[in-house]
């Protein structure tokens, strides 16, 4: 008894690292090994935890630096400078209102988890922001999502660092008749998977590969950014089989 009540104020002290070695069987046997299950499984939380708020920080810092990146801003500028230059007022009206509500949206909501609606909405803001950058290039289709997932609390900045992907790596090099879709299928059983595609070149089955075997190779506490974020911010909010 003794053995449990000092391996109880060394965890009290911070240390979840205090197993019990003992070869006991009967109710010392069942309350140490109990006890070494629980300290183990505390850890565990703990360091969930703390990496989903690091997580959290990274992909809210990732937004930030996107939402203010100067390529993006400038570019923007530029945009409303031409077309008030050229008169045309209804252009610039409806471009300085889409970017009203995105740095609204972005100061609104500084939450950890928003609803799926929100995710949804916030993306489908951004995609529209960067389609009128690239008028008759880009069209953007972002779909609602289905109506028993849109309350779904969801880890914030899913949606919009994959589109700015799709743009930067792709649409932005279209001449014409580029795609971006966002849309939701719900899976067998408890899953939905939100599905953001665009057109242009196919990735090659080698880059293809190494970025699936770097998801799923990732170390815990491993820094991470960009989709491997993403993937890992989805398997602590939802399991390991999510992502």
Do not use: W
Not at 87 to 110: A, C, I, S
Not at 125 to 146: C, G, M, W
């Amino acid at each position: 008894l003794s053995r449990l009540v000092n391996a109880f104020e060394k965890m009290e002290n911070g240390d979840f690292n205090v197993g019990i070695d003992h070869k006991k069987v009967g109710e010392f046997g069942y309350l140490y090994s109990s006890f070494n299950r629980m300290a183990d499984r505390l850890k565990q939380l703990i360091e969930q935890v703390y990496e989903k708020t690091i997580l959290s920080q990274k992909a809210e810092l990732k937004g930030l630096q996107s939402q203010i990146d100067p390529h993006f801003f400038s570019n923007s500028m530029f945009l409303i400078s031409v077309s008030a230059k050229q008169g045309d007022m209804e252009f610039v009206e409806k471009f300085t209102d889409q970017l009203g509500k995105y740095f609204r949206f972005l100061h609104r909501n500084n939450r950890e988890n928003i609803t799926l609606a929100e995710e949804t909405e916030y993306a489908a803001l951004y995609a529209d922001i960067q389609a009128t950058r690239f008028v008759n290039r880009v069209k953007v289709e972002v779909h609602e999502p289905p109506q028993e997932y849109r309350d779904l609390l969801v880890p914030r900045l899913i949606i919009q660092p994959l589109i700015e992907n799709a743009f930067k790596h792709c649409l932005e090099k279209s001449a014409s008749d580029g795609t971006l879709r966002v849309c939701f299928k719900k899976d067998d059983g408890d899953f939905l998977s939100i599905i953001v595609e665009n057109t242009g070149d196919d990735i090659p089955d080698e880059i293809f590969y190494k970025i699936k075997a770097k998801l799923s190779a990732v170390e815990h506490g491993e820094t991470r950014s960009g989709i491997s974020n993403i993937n890992r911010r989805l398997q602590l909010q939802f399991g390991e089989d999510s992502g």
